[in-house]
C-alpha cells in the first residue's frame, strides 16, 4: 500500500481515526481483566444507590492544600461519612499512618469495606524533587522522564498515594499564564511523547505493584488557552485546534492506558468542562473509548454555578453526573445531591453505574481489595523516601533539563581554578525556590542551594545577596509579595563584583511567582533584579546569568549584552549540584526550550508552529503581519539550546517509500568536548483543506557525540505523522507538496521536500 491509495479522505479517516484511541470498552467491563470485571459486577451488584454515589464523591484531606475550603458542606462530617461508604476516595492525606487510619474506617467500619483511592498531585517527584515539568520536558529525555515519574511514584506510594493527579498535558503558549511550569509546553508532538513517558514512569508495567501508582491526563481540556494568560479565565478556540493542538496528548495519554482523567475548570466554548457532554461522553468516553474514570477538578463541579451554567449546587450535580464527571472533587455536589436525582428520574442510573464500575475498576488493578493497606508500610516509607538513588536519579534528570541560551566568547565552562568568583542573587542561598511551586508532599529547604552546589564541588566563591527576591510570608495560598524597592544591598554586591574575575548572577522568580494561580502580565525579572543586573554589569561584564524561573522570561536587555546565559528552570531537589556541575564543566549542557521565549510579553501568544497569514512578510510597506514597535521574531526559539562543542548538520535526504517518507541527515561533533544533540524533524504540508502551520515537529532524536564522530540520523514520517483532523473532527492525508526540516533547533534547520 502507498500514500496514492492512501490519500483517500474516507479510507484515512476509517484507518485513522484508531490513531489516540484506546480499544473501546468491552460490554463485559473496563478491565483487561475479564475476572476484575466480574468482581465488579458482583459488588456493584450489592451496593445501594448512597454506597454508589459515596464511591463518585472525593474529600480532602485537610484543606487549603490545593484550593479554597468550602464555607459549609459536610466536610467536618467526613469520618462519619466514611464509615457509611460515601467517600470512594480523598486527596492530600499524606503518610504511611494517616492513610492507614483513614483506609481503616472505610474498610472496616462500613457495611460492603470498598477501600478508598488516595490521590496527590505528585507533579515532579513525591520527596525527593524533580525539576518542574516544563525543566524536565527541556531534556527532551524520554527515558530519563519516565524513570523521574517512576522514581515519584515509588516515593509517594512509600508514603500511601495510589494515584497521582499528573502528567498535565495542557498544551500552552502563553507565558504569562502560571501553569506553563507543569506542563511540556508549546508542542503537541513533545507534549504527547513526554505525556506517555510519565504515565509509563507513574503506572508502569504492573499497577497492582506497591511501586506504581494510576496516572492522571489533565486538564481536559483547553486550560492552557486560558485568554490573555490568566489563570481559570475563559477558553474559546477553534476546531482545528482542539483536534491538531489540544486533544492528541489526551489521546496518547488513553493509547498509554491512563488509568483517569481530570476535567479541567474552564468553559470551553461556552460550556464548562465539568458538564460538558460533548466533551465527555460523547468524545473522550464514547469515540476514543477511555476506559477509565473522569474526576472533577477542585470544586469545578460547584463552579458550574458561577459559571452562569448551572442555577444551583443540584443541578451542577446533575449536569456533572449527565456529562460524565465520574467523581466529584470537593463540591459535595454528588454526596448531597446525586441519590435524589436519581430518583427524579433526572440522572439515570445506569450512568451511576458506569461511573461506579470505572472506579471501582481502577481500585481492583490497583489491587486495594486484595490488600487495601498495601500502600501503608511505615517501614518502607522510612527506606525510600529522600533515598539516595532517588537523588541520583532527579541529578541526572536535572543535569539534562539545563539549556544554555548564550555563550559568547565561551566564557562558559568556567575554570575551577578561577580565584575570584563572585556569585550574587538572593536565589542562589535559597533552598525552597528551586522546588518549584508544586511540591504538596516535600519540604521547603530540602533543595541544594547553588552555593552548596559549589562548596559540594570545591569551588571557592564570595557571594553578595544584592537584593531580595520577596518580602515578607509566603505559602502555597499566599500571594508572593516582590521586593520591588529595596535596594539597600546593592552597593555590596557592586563592590564585590567590581573586584572580581568572573560574576556569577542568579537570578529570577521565586518559587511562588509560577505554578497554579500565579499568571504575570511582567515576565521580565522580577522586582530590583533586573536593576542589580545592570548595575554590576557597569563594573564587570564577564558576567554568567543563571535563571532560575518556572516560564519563559523576556530579557531582551540580558541578552543584548550579558556573554553567558544558563536556563536551570526549577531543577529540584539537586538544583545545586546540577546548576555547579554545568557552570565548571562536568555537565555540558544538552536541553532544548520546549516553549518560545518572547522578546515582549506583548508579543504572548507566541510560538513557533503558528499559520503562515496571508501577508507574513514586508514589501508593501506596513501592510503585513508585524508591529510597528516590535520584532515578531521570539528571543529564543522552540528547540533552542546551545552546547559546550558544537554540532554540523550535512547532507538531508527525503523520500517517498511507499506509504512512509524516509528522512535521513548526518550529524557531525565539530567541537572539542563530547556533547549530547537533539535532532529535530520538522514538516510543512504546504497546501491543505485546512491550513497547516508554517512547521511541525514530527520527530526527534538525542544522542551523545564524540568530538569529531558523527551520526546518521533516521526519521520514518507515517500518515500519522503526515496527516491531520480536518474541520469535520476526521484525519486525513492529503496529497501535495510537504517541506521536510531537521536540524538543532525550530528556526535553524536544513530544507528539502517532497510530494506525496
Ligand atoms: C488544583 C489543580 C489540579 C489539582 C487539584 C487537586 O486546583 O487545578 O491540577 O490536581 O486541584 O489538588
Excluded at 557531525?668 to 491543505?688: F, P, R, S
Aim: proline content about 3%; hydrophobic content about 40%; overall charge negative.
Amino acid at each position: 500500500m502507498n500514500f496514492k491509495s492512501l490519500i483517500n479522505v474516507g479510507l484515512i479517516a476509517t484507518t485513522l481515526l484508531g490513531v489516540g484511541c484506546t480499544s473501546s470498552a468491552n460490554n463485559r467491563g473496563y478491565s483487561k481483566d475479564a475476572e476484575i470485571n466480574t468482581k465488579v459486577e458482583m459488588l456493584l451488584s450489592k451496593m445501594t444507590l448512597e454506597e454508589k454515589v459515596g464511591q463518585m464523591n472525593q474529600y480532602n484531606g485537610f484543606y487549603d492544600a490545593t484550593g479554597p475550603a468550602p464555607s459549609d458542606g459536610d466536610a467536618k462530617n467526613k469520618y462519619e461519612h466514611l464509615r457509611n461508604g460515601w467517600v470512594g476516595s480523598m486527596l492530600n492525606v499524606r503518610g504511611a499512618k494517616e492513610v492507614r487510619a483513614m483506609q481503616k474506617m472505610a474498610v472496616e467500619e462500613s457495611r460492603l469495606g470498598i477501600p478508598m483511592i488516595f490521590g496527590l498531585d505528585v507533579i515532579h517527584g513525591h520527596k525527593t524533587l524533580a525539576p518542574i515539568p516544563l525543566g524536565e520536558s527541556a531534556s527532551w529525555d524520554l527515558e530519563a522522564i519516565k524513570k523521574s515519574a517512576q522514581v515519584a511514584a515509588t516515593e509517594a506510594a512509600a508514603e500511601g498515594i495510589n494515584w497521582t493527579f499528573a502528567p498535565m498535558v495542557d498544551i500552552s503558549r502563553d507565558a504569562r499564564w502560571g501553569r506553563v511550569m507543569e506542563g511540556a509546553g508549546e508542542d503537541t508532538y513533545l507534549g504527547s511523547k513526554i505525556g506517555v513517558a510519565r504515565i509509563q514512569g507513574f503506572q508502569g508495567d504492573d499497577l497492582s505493584a506497591n511501586n506504581t501508582i494510576a496516572a492522571c491526563a489533565k486538564h481536559f481540556a483547553g486550560y492552557g488557552f486560558a485568554e490573555a494568560g490568566r489563570d481559570y479565565n475563559t477558553v474559546d478556540v477553534g476546531t482545528s485546534t482542539l483536534y491538531n493542538v489540544i486533544f492528541p496528548p489526551f489521546q496518547a495519554a488513553l493509547d498509554a492506558d491512563v488509568k483517569t482523567v481530570m476535567n479541567s475548570f474552564n468553559i470551553l466554548n461556552g460550556v464548562p468542562a465539568t458538564g460538558n457532554k460533548w466533551l465527555q461522553r460523547d468524545l473522550l468516553k464514547g469515540k476514543w473509548g477511555f476506559n477509565g474514570f473522569v474526576i472533577s477538578d477542585w470544586g469545578s463541579c460547584m463552579e458550574m454555578m458561577a459559571h452562569g451554567f448551572a442555577a444551583d449546587l443540584k443541578e451542577a450535580a446533575e449536569l456533572a453526573a449527565n456529562a460524565g464527571s465520574d467523581m466529584d472533587m470537593e463540591s459535595y455536589a454528588y454526596v448531597k445531591h446525586l441519590s435524589t436525582l436519581v430518583k427524579e428520574g433526572k440522572v439515570n442510573e445506569a450512568d451511576i453505574d458506569d461511573a461506579v464500575r470505572r472506579i471501582l475498576t481502577v481500585k481492583y488493578e490497583l489491587g486495594l481489595f486484595d490488600d487495601p493497606y498495601k500502600y501503608c508500610d511505615e517501614q518502607r516509607e522510612q527506606e525510600l523516601i529522600y533515598h539516595e538513588d532517588h537523588k541520583a536519579a532527579v541529578l541526572d534528570m536535572a543535569l539534562k533539563s539545563v539549556v544554555l541560551l548564550k555563550n559568547d566568547k565561551q566564557v562558559l565552562p568556567l575554570d575551577k581554578s578561577q580565584k575570584k568568583i563572585a556569585v550574587i542573587g538572593a536565589l542562589a542561598d535559597d533552598k525552597t525556590s528551586p522546588l518549584g511551586s508544586w511540591r504538596v508532599a516535600s519540604d521547603d529547604n530540602t533543595a541544594v542551594s547553588v552555593l552548596e552546589g559549589l562548596k559540594n564541588h570545591n569551588i571557592k566563591y564570595t557571594y553578595a545577596k544584592g537584593a531580595d527576591v520577596s518580602v515578607g510570608d509566603v505559602g502555597f495560598q499566599i500571594p508572593v509579595t516582590i521586593n520591588n524597592t529595596d535596594k539597600s544591598e546593592f552597593a555590596e554586591a557592586i563592590a564585590l563584583a567590581r573586584k572580581s574575575e568572573v560574576v556569577v548572577m542568579v537570578l529570577g522568580e521565586h518559587g511562588y511567582q509560577s505554578g497554579e494561580g500565579r499568571s504575570r502580565t511582567n515576565i521580565g525579572l522580577p522586582g530590583v533584579q533586573q536593576e542589580l543586573l545592570e548595575e554590576v554589569y557597569k563594573v564587570n561584564q564577564n558576567i554568567v546569568l543563571v535563571l532560575m524561573n518556572g516560564r519563559p522570561l523576556a530579557l531582551p536587555w540580558a541578552d543584548a549584552h550579558i556573554p553567558a546565559i544558563l536556563e536551570t528552570w526549577q531543577l529540584g531537589t539537586e538544583s545545586g549540584n546540577a546548576i555547579a556541575k554545568t557552570l565548571f564543566g562536568d555537565n555540558n549542557p544538552s536541553g532544548k526550550l520546549p516553549m518560545t521565549f518572547p522578546r515582549n510579553v506583548a508579543q504572548c501568544p507566541i510560538y513557533y508552529n503558528h499559520y503562515n497569514t496571508g501577508r507574513p512578510t514586508g514589501g508593501n510597506g506596513v501592510f503585513w503581519s508585524h508591529y510597528i514597535d516590535e520584532s515578531n521574531d521570539p528571543l529564543y526559539p522552540f528547540g533552542f539550546g546551545l552546547s559546550y562543542t558544537s554540532f554540523e548538520y550535512s547532507n538531508l535526504k527525503a523520500k517517498v517509500d511507499g506509504d512512509v517518507v524516509k528522512v535521513s541527515i548526518t550529524v557531525k561533533n565539530t567541537g572539542k568536548v563530547a556533547g549530547q544533540e537533539v535532532a529535530q524533524l520538522y514538516i510543512h504540508d504546504k497546501a491543505a483543506s485546512v491550513a497547516r502551520p508554517i512547521k511541525e515537529l514530527k520527530g526527534f532524536e538525542k544522542f551523545e557525540l564524540a568530538p569529531n564522530d558523527s551520526k546518521l540520523v533516521e526519521f520514518e514520517l507515517t500518515s500519522k505523522e503526515l496527516g491531520f483532523y480536518n474541520n469535520e473532527g476526521e484525519f486525513v492525508v492529503e496529497a501535495g507538496d510537504f517541506d521536510i526540516m531537521v536540524g538543532t533547533d525550530s528556526q535553524n534547520v536544513s530544507i528539502t521536500s517532497v510530494t506525496l
